[in-house]
Protein backbone atom coordinates (compact mmCIF):
# COMPACT_ATOMS: atom_id res chain seq x y z
CA UNK A 1 0.00 0.00 0.00
CA UNK A 2 1.63 3.16 -1.15
CA UNK A 3 4.88 3.58 -2.49
CA UNK A 4 8.43 5.04 -1.03
CA UNK A 5 6.88 8.52 -1.22
CA UNK A 6 5.15 8.17 1.17
CA UNK A 7 8.01 7.91 3.81
CA UNK A 8 9.38 11.37 3.09
CA UNK A 9 9.74 13.47 5.74
CA UNK A 10 11.32 16.79 6.16
CA UNK A 11 15.20 16.61 7.88
CA UNK A 12 15.45 16.61 11.39
CA UNK A 13 18.14 19.24 10.85
CA UNK A 14 17.52 21.47 8.43
CA UNK A 15 13.73 20.94 8.20
CA UNK A 16 13.16 22.36 4.86
CA UNK A 17 14.79 20.00 2.54
CA UNK A 18 12.57 16.39 2.14
CA UNK A 19 14.83 13.45 3.65
CA UNK A 20 14.06 9.57 2.83
CA UNK A 21 15.79 8.68 6.05
CA UNK A 22 16.33 11.32 9.12
CA UNK A 23 18.35 14.11 7.14
CA UNK A 24 18.85 15.13 3.84
CA UNK A 25 22.09 15.34 3.25
CA UNK A 26 25.26 14.39 4.93
CA UNK A 27 26.20 17.92 5.93
CA UNK A 28 23.00 17.71 8.05
CA UNK A 29 23.59 14.32 9.22
CA UNK A 30 27.24 15.79 10.33
CA UNK A 31 25.75 18.71 11.66
CA UNK A 32 23.43 17.02 13.95
CA UNK A 33 26.02 14.25 14.85
CA UNK A 34 28.21 17.45 15.83
CA UNK A 35 25.54 18.86 18.06
CA UNK A 36 24.85 15.81 19.56
CA UNK A 37 28.21 15.52 21.04
CA UNK A 38 27.94 18.53 23.02
CA UNK A 39 25.43 17.04 24.92
CA UNK A 40 27.63 13.57 25.84
CA UNK A 41 28.12 12.07 28.79
CA UNK A 42 31.08 13.45 30.63
CA UNK A 43 32.83 10.34 31.61
CA UNK A 44 33.21 9.26 27.92
CA UNK A 45 30.08 6.66 27.44
CA UNK A 46 29.14 6.05 23.91
CA UNK A 47 25.30 6.71 24.62
CA UNK A 48 24.65 10.34 23.65
CA UNK A 49 21.82 11.90 25.06
CA UNK A 50 19.76 14.51 23.46
CA UNK A 51 19.83 18.22 24.84
CA UNK A 52 15.89 18.64 26.01
CA UNK A 53 15.58 21.73 23.86
CA UNK A 54 13.02 23.84 25.68
CA UNK A 55 13.80 27.24 23.79
CA UNK A 56 14.58 28.46 19.93
CA UNK A 57 16.51 30.89 19.16
CA UNK A 58 15.28 32.68 16.07
CA UNK A 59 16.66 35.12 13.24
CA UNK A 60 20.00 34.76 15.03
CA UNK A 61 23.94 34.47 13.65
CA UNK A 62 25.21 30.49 13.05
CA UNK A 63 28.31 30.38 15.12
CA UNK A 64 26.78 33.03 17.69
CA UNK A 65 26.16 33.57 21.29
CA UNK A 66 23.31 30.77 21.18
CA UNK A 67 25.48 28.14 19.78
CA UNK A 68 26.05 25.54 22.03
CA UNK A 69 23.70 27.05 24.89
CA UNK A 70 22.34 24.26 26.79
CA UNK A 71 18.63 23.08 26.30
CA UNK A 72 18.49 25.37 23.57
CA UNK A 73 17.65 25.18 19.58
CA UNK A 74 19.43 27.93 16.95
CA UNK A 75 17.72 28.38 13.78
CA UNK A 76 20.07 30.89 11.59
CA UNK A 77 19.63 31.65 8.28
CA UNK A 78 20.74 28.86 7.29
CA UNK A 79 17.57 26.93 8.79
CA UNK A 80 15.31 29.64 7.85
CA UNK A 81 13.10 30.14 11.18
CA UNK A 82 10.24 30.91 9.42
CA UNK A 83 9.78 27.25 9.55
CA UNK A 84 9.98 27.25 13.23
CA UNK A 85 6.59 25.49 14.28
CA UNK A 86 6.92 24.97 17.63
CA UNK A 87 6.37 24.06 20.75
CA UNK A 88 8.78 25.55 22.80
CA UNK A 89 8.71 29.70 23.45
CA UNK A 90 11.04 31.64 21.62
CA UNK A 91 13.96 34.28 21.53
CA UNK A 92 13.82 36.17 18.66
CA UNK A 93 16.48 38.57 16.94
CA UNK A 94 14.46 39.62 13.27
CA UNK A 95 16.33 42.10 11.32
CA UNK A 96 15.39 45.63 12.51
CA UNK A 97 16.96 47.57 9.71
CA UNK A 98 13.60 48.06 7.73
CA UNK A 99 12.59 49.21 10.89
CA UNK A 100 14.47 51.20 12.17
CA UNK A 101 15.90 54.88 11.99
CA UNK A 102 18.00 53.57 9.41
CA UNK A 103 15.71 51.87 7.00
CA UNK A 104 16.08 54.61 4.41
CA UNK A 105 19.74 53.17 4.06
CA UNK A 106 19.22 49.45 4.77
CA UNK A 107 17.81 48.66 1.02
CA UNK A 108 16.73 44.95 0.69
CA UNK A 109 19.24 43.57 2.19
CA UNK A 110 17.13 42.76 5.01
CA UNK A 111 13.50 41.30 4.42
CA UNK A 112 10.88 43.20 6.58
CA UNK A 113 8.37 40.23 6.67
CA UNK A 114 10.98 38.14 8.68
CA UNK A 115 10.00 40.39 11.59
CA UNK A 116 6.33 39.92 10.81
CA UNK A 117 6.61 36.38 11.15
CA UNK A 118 8.26 36.75 14.17
CA UNK A 119 6.02 38.50 16.15
CA UNK A 120 3.21 35.73 15.17
CA UNK A 121 6.17 33.19 16.40
CA UNK A 122 6.13 34.87 19.54
CA UNK A 123 2.04 35.25 20.20
CA UNK A 124 1.84 31.54 19.13
CA UNK A 125 4.43 29.85 21.42
CA UNK A 126 5.11 32.13 23.56
CA UNK A 127 8.79 33.90 24.56
CA UNK A 128 10.38 37.39 23.68
CA UNK A 129 10.97 39.78 20.52
CA UNK A 130 14.02 41.97 20.63
CA UNK A 131 14.18 45.31 18.67
CA UNK A 132 15.65 48.76 18.94
CA UNK A 133 13.53 51.32 20.93
CA UNK A 134 11.27 53.42 18.53
CA UNK A 135 11.15 50.30 16.08
CA UNK A 136 8.08 50.70 13.69
CA UNK A 137 7.54 47.10 14.26
CA UNK A 138 5.24 48.38 17.85
CA UNK A 139 3.03 50.48 15.09
CA UNK A 140 2.59 48.36 12.39
CA UNK A 141 1.66 44.78 14.08
CA UNK A 142 -0.29 47.27 17.16
CA UNK A 143 2.14 45.70 19.64
CA UNK A 144 2.32 47.79 23.40
CA UNK A 145 4.76 50.49 24.11
CA UNK A 146 6.85 49.67 27.29
CA UNK A 147 3.96 50.92 30.31
CA UNK A 148 1.11 50.52 27.86
CA UNK A 149 -1.63 47.89 28.86
CA UNK A 150 -1.14 43.94 27.32
CA UNK A 151 -2.40 43.47 23.90
CA UNK A 152 -5.10 40.93 23.14
CA UNK A 153 -2.52 38.56 22.84
CA UNK A 154 -1.34 39.19 26.86
CA UNK A 155 1.79 41.01 25.32
CA UNK A 156 3.82 43.24 26.88
CA UNK A 157 7.06 46.00 26.33
CA UNK A 158 9.22 46.26 28.46
CA UNK A 159 12.63 48.92 27.81
CA UNK A 160 16.18 47.90 28.69
CA UNK A 161 19.92 49.12 28.01
CA UNK A 162 22.11 46.31 26.25
CA UNK A 163 24.99 48.44 27.86
CA UNK A 164 23.33 47.04 30.93
CA UNK A 165 25.17 43.12 29.84
CA UNK A 166 28.21 44.59 28.69
CA UNK A 167 27.09 46.28 24.96
CA UNK A 168 29.92 49.15 24.10
CA UNK A 169 27.00 51.27 23.44
CA UNK A 170 23.49 52.20 25.35
CA UNK A 171 22.02 50.38 22.65
CA UNK A 172 17.66 50.87 23.82
CA UNK A 173 16.05 47.86 23.44
CA UNK A 174 12.52 47.08 23.52
CA UNK A 175 11.51 43.97 24.12
CA UNK A 176 8.09 42.16 23.41
CA UNK A 177 7.23 39.25 25.72
CA UNK A 178 4.18 36.93 25.88
CA UNK A 179 2.99 33.91 28.59
CA UNK A 180 4.60 36.01 31.34
CA UNK A 181 2.24 38.52 33.57
CA UNK A 182 3.73 41.98 32.95
CA UNK A 183 6.80 43.01 34.07
CA UNK A 184 7.36 39.21 35.44
CA UNK A 185 11.36 38.52 34.47
CA UNK A 186 14.65 37.20 35.70
CA UNK A 187 15.95 40.67 38.00
CA UNK A 188 17.55 42.96 35.60
CA UNK A 189 21.43 44.19 36.45
CA UNK A 190 22.25 47.39 37.54
CA UNK A 191 22.51 50.06 35.39
CA UNK A 192 25.77 51.04 34.27
CA UNK A 193 26.96 54.74 33.34
CA UNK A 194 26.70 55.80 29.53
CA UNK A 195 29.73 53.30 28.42
CA UNK A 196 30.49 56.23 25.58
CA UNK A 197 30.01 54.18 22.69
CA UNK A 198 27.68 54.92 19.96
CA UNK A 199 25.91 52.68 17.45
CA UNK A 200 26.76 54.73 14.54
CA UNK A 201 30.61 54.18 15.31
CA UNK A 202 30.43 50.69 15.70
CA UNK A 203 30.63 48.08 13.20
CA UNK A 204 28.00 46.03 11.62
CA UNK A 205 28.81 43.24 13.70
CA UNK A 206 29.61 44.93 16.75
CA UNK A 207 26.26 46.95 16.84
CA UNK A 208 24.59 43.47 15.58
CA UNK A 209 26.26 41.11 18.40
CA UNK A 210 24.01 40.42 21.58
CA UNK A 211 26.24 40.54 24.81
CA UNK A 212 27.30 37.12 25.99
CA UNK A 213 24.90 37.96 29.18
CA UNK A 214 21.90 39.65 27.38
CA UNK A 215 21.38 36.54 25.54
CA UNK A 216 21.70 34.30 28.83
CA UNK A 217 19.09 36.88 30.42
CA UNK A 218 16.58 36.46 27.29
CA UNK A 219 16.75 32.75 27.50
CA UNK A 220 15.77 32.63 31.01
CA UNK A 221 12.89 34.74 30.23
CA UNK A 222 11.62 32.98 27.46
CA UNK A 223 11.98 29.67 29.41
CA UNK A 224 9.33 31.14 32.02
CA UNK A 225 6.75 31.90 29.10
CA UNK A 226 4.15 29.07 29.12
CA UNK A 227 0.61 29.95 27.12
CA UNK A 228 -2.27 27.87 28.54
CA UNK A 229 -5.48 27.42 26.50
CA UNK A 230 -8.38 28.45 28.18
Known amino acids: MGGDDELVKRCAWCRTE ?3 RRYCSTRCRVAAWRERQRY ?3 AG ?6 PPVTVAALYVQAG ?7 GLDPWPVER ?3 RYDGPGPVVAHPPCGPWGRYRAI ?9 AVRAVDQVRWYGGVLEHPSGSRLWLARELPAPGEPPDPWGGWSLLVRQSWWGHAAPKPTWLYVVGRPPL ?3 PLPPPVPDPGGRVERLSRRQREATPPRLATWL ?4 RGCSLVET
Not at 219 to 222: D, F, G, Q, R, T
Open 18 to 20: PAR
Open 184 to 186: DHP
Open 106 to 114: SGTRQRADL
Open 80 to 82: DAT
Open 219 to 222: VELA
Open 45 to 50: ARDVLE
Open 64 to 70: GVYDGMH
Open 40 to 42: ADV
